[in-house]
């Protein structure tokens, strides 16, 4: 029988940790791409902008645009971009998601509807930093330790 395969995203704004777990007794293993790393964000002036409106030749102010958002949103899609691939080919069975509130938040609101329905559990801490060896205690309660 084979065994069902959890793949467990660990992320935050800057970084994402990908690992697997292969059933009960198992542990934690990184995947083959285990680490992605945010792209710097692109800088942007913090003045707002002022544009003419042709219509009627008045003047319009544009809201500002916040680098890091934009920056962490182009992450979370880049990391369920690699999530997508994967779970296509069907790489595992199961997804846990581990991020920050605002991180794991962005994550949800960008997720495809596929991939979605893979998600098992999330987890609203930043456990990016933590050992493989540390994982399971951490996460026991939400993957076939």
Known sequence: MKPVVTWIVLANA???RIVQ?????????????PVLQAPDPVEFSDDSGVFQNSADHSHLAGDRTDPKRLSETAFARMILERLTEASVQGDFDRLVLVAGP????TLRAEM??????????????????MT????????GEFMAV
């Open 132 to 139: 493989l060896d540390d994982l399971p205690k951490q996460l």
């Open 102 to 105: 605002h991180m794991l938040g």
């Open 112 to 129: 495809p509807e596929g991939l979605r329905d893979v998600v098992t559990s999330e987890v609203d801490r930043d456990l990016t930093n």
């Open 21 to 33: 777990n292969k059933g009960p007794g198992k542990g934690v293993i990184p995947t083959k791409e």
């Open 14 to 16: 800057r970084t994402a």
